[in-house]
């Protein structure tokens, strides 16, 4: 175990201190952008609108960074993680990438529990940043990572903050608090749908909590369509661990997107729109195109907004730009 871990608690981080930070300045504000090209490449009507939320812009590179901001920040205001502290998770990937970057602006160590088979950029990712990581068997995915770290926090206590994404509040009220309210007032109240995909959850309980309640939007979230798929970052529900944050009355519906089709989605956002993101974004796509035939089938007007989770440089060593 990484000597970090046993690190005693040094209170004395504030919010304010959290608040000036350049990084945390590049935080969130992401452009909604419309996709036109990919809606006339797949012969939708004009009265049928496609909204991506570019999150890749965040300076984590991921919609993550909103999460682990939320989280630190509200650790912080509680008095449960001060400088010099070491904060600890399971991660597949982006929100470790965001712990680690806050990290090291802030003077936090980072030890972290990552699926031995996540992509090679994100791990250099999270060794360039400085952070401490902990591989978990590659064969079990995010559940191996979340299992591994449940034992780690079991051993070492309360030396340490353990952030647990899955599980805490702060994840959803992330979303609930920047997301959302950006997304209502980008689409100027108009979002008829609002598309995510699942991972621990927090942007679809987060965000489509505030929307629906705020527009009434129909909220769909996305999983793989299988237990073993290769769409990193998310959770296949029925056989996954199921975070405690999830809450089933948010999603009106959710749809399951096979790794395939999320990948030809995002070669597809790349080539039609110039849009270069990931493969959850491409699974998000994928579902948003399938909603907007169903709307234009039945002939009725829709402006659906999907996330952008992430950017497709994050995986040119996986199989998702082979062709
Ligand atoms: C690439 C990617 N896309 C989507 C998600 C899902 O977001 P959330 O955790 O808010 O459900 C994650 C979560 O880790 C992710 O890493």
């Given at each position: 175990m990484p000597a970090t871990m046993t690190n005693r608690r040094a209170p004395g981080l504030s919010g304010q201190e959290i608040d000036q930070l350049g990084v945390v300045k590049l935080i969130g504000n992401t452009p909604l952008v419309h996709m036109h090209r990919l809606s006339a490449h797949l012969g939708l009507p004009a009265n049928i609108q496609l909204l991506l939320?570019?999150?890749?812009?965040n300076p984590g590179g991921s919609i993550k960074d909103r999460t682990a901001l939320a989280i630190i920040r509200d650790a912080v205001d509680r008095g449960r993680l001060g400088h010099g502290q070491t904060l600890l998770d399971s991660t597949s990937g982006n929100t470790g990438i965001a712990y680690a970057m806050l990290g090291a602006a802030l003077n936090l160590p980072v030890t972290l529990v990552v699926p031995?088979?996540?992509s090679d950029e994100r791990k250099r990712t999270l060794a360039a940043y400085g952070a401490n990581l902990v591989f978990s068997d590659p064969f079990e995915g995010s559940d191996g990572a979340i299992r591994l770290v449940r034992e780690m926090v079991a051993r070492v206590g309360?030396?340490?903050?353990?952030?647990?994404q899955y599980n805490n509040p702060a994840n959803v009220g992330a979303h609930v608090g920047s997301t959302g309210p950006e997304i209502l007032r980008q689409s100027r109240g108009q979002i008829t749908h609002f598309v995510a995909a699942l991972g621990t959850t927090g942007t679809i309980i987060g965000a489509g909590s505030f929307l629906k309640q705020e527009t009434g939007s129909q909220i769909i979230a996305v999983q793989p369509?299988?237990?073993?798929?290769?769409?990193?970052?998310?959770?296949?529900?029925?056989t996954a661990i199921v975070p405690?944050?999830?809450?089933?009355?948010?999603?009106?519906e959710i749809v399951g997107i096979g790794t395939e089709d999320a990948f030809a989605y995002a070669r597809l956002l790349a080539t039609t729109e110039g849009l270069f993101a990931g493969s959850s974004t491409g699974a998000n796509v994928a579902a948003t195109a399938r909603l907007g035939a169903s709307l234009a089938e039945l002939g009725e007007p829709a402006v659906i907004v999907a996330i952008g989770c992430d950017g497709g440089s994050r995986y040119l060593t996986t199989g998702l730009w082979d062709r």
């Open positions: 939320k570019a999150e890749w812009v031995a088979s996540a309360d030396d340490v903050f353990f952030a647990d369509d299988e237990e073993f798929h290769g769409i990193e970052g998310l959770k296949h529900l029925p405690g944050i999830f809450d089933p009355a948010v999603p009106d």
